[in-house]
């Protein structure tokens, strides 16, 4: 069995996210974050984010805690499209946002930005 490539994946999650936000079903975590509410979307974001941190921060010392960022990166990324969902952003506009910075500096499209875009 192949590997699905890291767009499948992000778009089959992007799919089960958004028809768990239509369908609601008992006993789902993704409703249970939607219905949470901005605020608790915005808790675990910043939750997992600290993991990802203190496991990249354990890893320059324990070689095994890179499956560790593997585990918390990819909370991250869950969570964050669960909060793009609840705000009706879809992954493919972030993809888009994403692809026109391509190839700019980061420093260069930072001051780029109207004063008052968020960072």
Known sequence: MSTPSPESVLSRLAAVIEQRRQNRPAGSYTVELLDGGPAMMSTRIIDE???????????EDDFPS???IIHEAADVVYHLMVFLTSHNVAWPDVERELNQRFGTGGLVEKAQRQPDSAS
């Open 66 to 68: 890179r499956q560790a």
């Open 49 to 59: 984010a600290y993991e990802l941190i203190t496991a990249g921060a354990e890893a």
